[in-house]
């Protein structure tokens, strides 16, 4: 029983490897979920910028002048009209987000661009501080 005891004194001691495998590991996990956190609010800060894009395009394809050509009634979209609209939908559910772009390129149809800059939630040594987002939506009046 003796020679247990000295031969376990003998041995190296390897009960502190397991609580710096443990913190490292956790430390790992910490870093990964934070990542993943700021990954989804990039993610979700652009669909809601082109749900923004959408919405604008929409606005902007509302904003025709109806003129009546030959006796059939038509919409007729304005690039100055289109800004108009584009800019009052995205001014009032925008936070923050502003209108680079606004027009009609063949007169039934708005093309809208919006952009913002995306902070992430939570600071993290992988994720930059700010991101750059923009999208672009088209879409056509409702008479032709």
């Known amino acids: 029983m003796r ?7 003998g041995r190296p001691d390897d009960e502190g490897s397991i609580l710096l495998l443990t913190l490292g590991y956790a430390l790992l996990a910490i ?17 809601r910028l082109d749900a923004l894009a959408d919405a604008a395009a929409l606005a902007g394809a509302d904003g025709f002048t109806l003129v009546v050509d030959g ?3 038509r919409a007729v979209l304005s ?11 995205v001014a009032e559910v925008g936070d923050g987000a502003t ?3 606004a027009g009609t390129p063949d007169g039934v149809s708005a093309r809208v661009r919006v952009a913002d800059t995306w902070r992430p939630p939570l600071v ?11 999208a672009t939506a088209t879409s ?3 008479l032709r």
């Open 71 to 73: 006796g059939e009634p």
């Open 31 to 47: 870093a990964v979920i934070l990542v993943c956190i700021d990954a989804t609010s990039l993610y979700l800060a652009q669909k």
């Open 140 to 142: 056509r009046t409702a």
């Open 3 to 9: 020679w247990r005891e000295d031969h376990r004194r």
């Open 79 to 89: 690039d100055d009209g289109v800004r108009d609209q584009a800019e009052a939908i």
């Open 124 to 134: 993290a040594l992988f994720v930059p501080d700010g991101v750059a987002l923009s």
């Open 99 to 101: 209108v680079i772009e």
